[in-house]
């Protein structure tokens, strides 16, 4: 197939691009100039896209920062709403609309904190930059491809795990793996999360799916197990600090970016949230592999 993948220079993009390069021509949308891909910034420009795809891989975004100021804010809307309703401009002014348009979305448009096993029905309380940012860009592309007769797949996503996985697994693997991981509690708490290896292969199966996804590994791995599967990676052992000291390291945290944990990771690690993805294994066949022992 003839796929455009936009954030193709991204944690994501990048996995999807390696894996499915050999089998389909991907063409990649990114800011940054690279191998096979259209530069253009879609937060500032509609872009011009000299071909027709079979499919779009709308992976593009921003997360993984907390906003400080209201400038830091608008950037979200900028590149998550904003530059989705570009890529639609874009794609509008083809000769020929996709087959099948693909939108990343993530579950942080609910709200929680905490929860197990939610479903694609919760309602959107998300009140962050980025869940706002999220939820209006779905709205975009759910609009554009009823008007445009185009399948649309909505996938909303957890932590979404690899070796260079960003965000907070991205943190807690890299303090592992540097000897100053500590584990708070008894570390029972459990997330789901998603291969992005599994993602990618998954994507192109999707044959005109329309709807609203979450796609899990299904098992949504205790903190501890993915602790000490990611300690025996790095050959590592898992200390456990008091709460105490804990606390005060997380608020540190949040004054100097730099340091290993702040409040908010803290507070992820004290509480359950999980999704269910009943419905994309009953409708789209999704049958995905166990984070932990999966990761390399």
């Known amino acids: 197939m003839t796929i455009l993948i936009t954030g193709s220079n991204g944690f994501l993009g990048q996995t999807i691009l390696s894996l499915l390069k050999k089998s389909n021509n991907i063409i990649g949308l990114d800011r940054i100039l690279s191998q096979n891909n259209i530069v253009c910034n879609l937060a500032e420009k509609i872009p011009q896209i000299p071909f027709t795809p079979q499919v779009v891989i709308h992976a593009a975004g921003k997360a993984h920062t907390i906003p400080r100021t209201k400038k830091d804010e608008d950037e979200f809307f900028k590149v998550n709403y904003q530059g989705t309703v570009n ?3 874009g794609l509008s002014a083809l000769p020929r609309l996709p087959g099948q348009f693909v939108f990343i979305s993530t579950v942080a448009v609910y709200g929680l904190e905490e929860g197990e096993m939610i479903d694609e029905n919760y309602p959107l309380n ?3 930059a980025y869940a706002r940012s999220k939820i209006l860009a779905e709205e975009a592309v759910l609009q554009w491809g009823k008007q445009n007769n185009v399948p649309v797949a909505v996938l909303r996503l957890p932590l979404i795990a ?7 697994l991205g943190s807690m693997m890299r303090a592992v793996s540097k000897g100053y991981y500590f584990r708070f509690g008894s570390s029972s708490a459990r997330r789901s999360m998603v291969l992005a290896s599994d993602l990618a292969r998954f994507i192109p199966s999707l044959h005109s799916a ?10 949504h791995p205790s903190y501890r197990e993915l602790e000490e599967y990611i ?23 949040d004054l100097f970016p730099w ?13 359950t949230l999980t999704f269910s993805d009943e419905k994309a294994r009953r409708e789209l066949g999704w049958n995905p592999r166990p984070v932990v022992g999966n990761i390399w």
């Open 87 to 89: 890529l639609l401009k």
């Open 126 to 128: 998300g009140t962050s």
């Open 162 to 168: 690899g070796p260079d996985a960003p965000g907070n």
């Open 210 to 219: 329309k709807g609203i996804y979450h796609l899990t590994d299904g098992v």
């Open 231 to 253: 300690a025996s990676h790095y050959g590592k052992r898992i200390r456990t600090l008091p709460e105490g000291i804990l606390k005060a390291s997380a608020k540190a945290g």
């Open 259 to 271: 340091l290993p944990v702040n409040s908010s990771q803290l507070k992820k690690l004290s509480y």
